[in-house]
């Protein structure tokens, strides 16, 4: 019997070259202006020393072997950091971020192709433009594209987003949902709350507007991914399931909520082995993949050992470590 590999699908990558395209332009001052409120001075002062030490295992294929052997990984999926959204950008330059992107993370991933699948970036900002970023993606060999959990006015429900969803649809693309930013804002300035409530609640937001709206019921073939075990929603989707039973405004999707999230799936980082249980438990075992947020500190550097900590029967741990990222993948996998 054929072992499955282990895959971590939450690994990010630096492009120095998307930060050179939109250095000096005006907006980005407003853009680190609102990042600054939104995580405090606190976060701040520690998030870039973090990130500078983790520079090489951000940018150095070779670095990233190396610590993906440690930890026990034989294939990750790259998708660049959020910080490289630029959502605030105009058309011109978002066209430039986006190619810069996709085809910086296809060359990352290239120096170890049996190892290394890459996502690109579709500028969200410009929902005409997000199809045509999923097809450039596409064209570089990448598997897919990352989006954050909304865009400036636009929330992931919103009409404009149909083609690409339809697109992605179509093309068997992976779609990785990664929020970036909490539009709590200063609300959350302290203590880092920006990422440990943030996250999860925007996660959890734009989720719910996928479901509600029916963007899954008109698109049941789209391959989604939600970072972070899919924030609050998998563990609180029974009070989604009785708005849905008692309000008539909560009617949007044809089905109850939770039913949604089998047709979805989570990365497995949610930090306790009891919530990765009920996650697997509500999404299902198949629904569930390998995460670490590699290399970040909010990650782990063990997503093996941290996926063994839940103490899922065997089948169900092999299925998340890897068998079922392999399942997602393998039409569009690369073959000897």
């Given amino acids: 019997m054929t072992t499955s590999p282990t895959v971590d699908v939450h690994a990010h990558l630096l492009l120095p070259q998307v930060d050179q395209a939109v250095a000096g332009h005006p907006a980005l001052d407003g853009a680190r202006a609102l990042d600054a409120r939104r995580n405090g001075r606190e976060a701040l002062a520690v998030n870039g020393p973090m990130v500078r030490s983790r520079i090489p295992l951000l940018t150095d294929a070779t670095e990233r072997l190396a610590a993906m052997d440690a930890a026990g990984v034989d294939i990750q999926l790259v998708s660049p950091s959020p910080s490289h959204y630029h959502y605030w950008a105009d058309e011109e330059l978002a066209r430039a971020v986006y190619e810069l992107a996709n085809t910086g993370t296809a060359a990352h991933c290239a120096q170890a192709p049996e190892r290394l699948y890459g996502l690109g970036l579709a500028p969200l900002q410009h929902p005409k433009l997000a199809a045509e970023a999923l097809e450039h993606a596409l064209d570089q060999g990448l598997v897919g594209i990352e989006i954050s959990s909304h865009a400036p006015g636009r929330e992931l429900s919103d009409p404009a987003y149909e083609p690409l969803w339809a697109r992605a649809a179509d093309t068997g693309a992976v779609v990785f949902l990664h929020p970036f930013g909490c539009t709590l804002d200063e609300r959350l300035d302290r203590w880092y709350l920006s990422n440990t409530v943030g996250q999860p609640t925007e996660n959890a937001v734009a989720l719910s507007h996928l479901i509600f709206s029916g963007v899954l019921d008109r698109h049941p073939g789209l391959k989604l991914i939600a970072a972070h075990g899919g924030g609050y929603l998998p563990t609180h989707i029974g009070r989604s399931d009785h708005a849905w039973r008692a309000r008539p405004d909560a009617r949007g999707c044809a089905q109850e909520p939770s039913?949604?999230?089998?047709?979805?799936?989570?990365?497995?980082?949610?930090?306790?082995?009891?919530?990765?249980?009920?996650?697997?438990?509500?999404?299902?075992?198949d629904r569930v993949?390998?995460?670490?947020?590699f290399p970040f500190d909010m990650g782990t550097d063990d997503p093996v050992g941290?996926?063994?900590?839940?103490?899922?029967?065997?089948?169900?741990?092999?299925?998340?470590?890897?068998a079922n990222a392999a399942a997602l993948l393998r039409p569009i996998l690369r073959k000897d």
């Fill in 259 to 285: 039913s949604y999230l089998k047709r979805l799936w989570f990365d497995s980082l949610v930090h306790d082995p009891a919530v990765l249980r009920e996650l697997v438990r509500v999404a299902g075992p």
């Fill in 289 to 293: 993949l390998l995460g670490s947020d």
């Fill in 306 to 322: 941290a996926l063994r900590a839940a103490g899922l029967p065997d089948a169900d741990f092999h299925a998340v470590r890897g």
